[in-house]
């Protein structure tokens, strides 16, 4: 099963399902890293909305996944952390440190276009 | 409901059968949406570390009466090399640096009381309760 | 709504063979005399100042009612064993007594009552077999001691349900979560914050800030006495939280002294973004939001 990726202009969107394994982690780490080189992408909005458990293995490699991005070229958000997964990573620990974080699908997209300098190509 | 859930984890996919099991029998329980997500994370580090540094084990999740009180009994065993310092292996410091990242001591803050047995050679069982509030509506 | 249950229940309790036969005793007089006991109970409950509104208000025939279940649910427990219909009943009447807003004292009374009610008429039955008057007052002192302990029980905990809803109010009120402008919450914390409130008040911050999408939260703890490093840590953690979920919060109302005293513990506050007070800490806000406030000349009137 493929962690599903809507393509909006020039930013990738995607949508980790509620229960992701590590090996589909790792494979779309490695999709991503192409995608974003072939298609010329600007920016990746990571949706982790659906998303009910974030341990610090799956925190790693959300932060492993917006690095390759990013050297790719492109900028990375992370979007729907709920408020009991926040909750939970801030007592784990865990933090997202250097990836740049947003409520919704739309702050998420504005972001972007001011990071990328209306790069997105969304039109707006 | 059984009085006890063995889950036996082999493999990635036991880690989330077993978080599922926490989650279902957390909510049984009366645990707040909060408390099962830490139930559910808390799950997922030690199933992992099993995975991780024993190969294969076990988490047992259980319904524990204390007077008045129920709550949720985690239990992660596993036959691997064991813990040769685990008071070193309890400190910050490990967490979430992401490199030996064991996730005990953040396993221990998302539940209510927490007690590892370990020792080199003979495997490790890691004990942990999340307990529910005191009265049913 | 359905009554809280004590999971560990105590077991029923097992009488021994000769308590059997007081008890058998015990009923006998029980049955002979119920019309005397009851009225004699409720004339006591008449002229209580907690119970005669009750009393008057209930009718008669249910009041007979009440007495003749309660008769015969002890029976069948003291007689035939069967104590949980009768353990229920009591636990019942524990946590209506209580709802009821009784006082504990009157409740005690109103179990410890029947004894001394039945108690004339044991001995008029059995006074001349001085053994046999012994085991029937004792097997009704073992009935009365369960009574008393199983409605006393259920008592507390009706209590204790009420003060926990009471403190869940309160928490509520004082953890207001205000939408001030789009994107903009005010969190205006009142009152000491021990690990419990602390968590409450995550929650409640970042369930306002998903409920109101909010990118930016300002957190007022002016009115929160004493700052030391559990709470900073927790005010951390808070805005560790937030910024999870894409929101910025500014703390204000940290005073000097707290932010002394906190500097020299040692807390890292790098990770707070605090400014002096609310006021202040709306303009930074707003200005991290991209407002800028411009003041609007009042029209000069023509006279």
Redesign the interface.
Known sequence: MTVPVLRLGRTLIVTLPSAVSDTEMLELQDRLAEEVGELGIRGVVLDVSVVDVLDSFATRTLRGIAQTVRLRGARAVIVGVRPEVAFSMVRLGLTLEDVPTALDLEEALDHLDRATGGGTGRGR | MADEHRVPIRS??DV?TA??RGRELGALLGLS??D???V??AI??LA?NILQYAGKGEVTLRVV?R??H?GLEIVASDDGPGIPDVARALE?GY??S?GL?L?L???R??LDEFEIHSEPGKGTVVRGTKWAP???? | MERARPLAEPPAPSLAVDEQAALRDFFEVYDAHHEEVSAALLEWARGHPELRAWVEGTPPEEHAERQRRSRELMRRAALDGEWEPYLEHLRTQGMTYSQAGLSFRTWFEVVAGFRRVIHPHLVEAYGGDLPRLGAVLGAVNRLLEVALATVGEAYLEAKEEQIRAQQEAIRELSTPVLPVREGLIILPLVGAIDSTRAQQITERLLRGIEAHRARLVVLDITGVPAVDSAVANHLLQTVRAARLMGATVVVTGMSAANAQTLVRIGVDLSGLNTVGDLRGGLEEADRLLGYRTVRVEPEARAD
């Open positions: 990635e996919a989330l978080r599922h949406s909060t099962l997500i830490l559910a994370t997922s580090e992992r009466n007077g008045r129920r910050d967490s979430s992401g990242g996730g001591p953040g396993a803050r998302l005191d009265v049913a509506d």
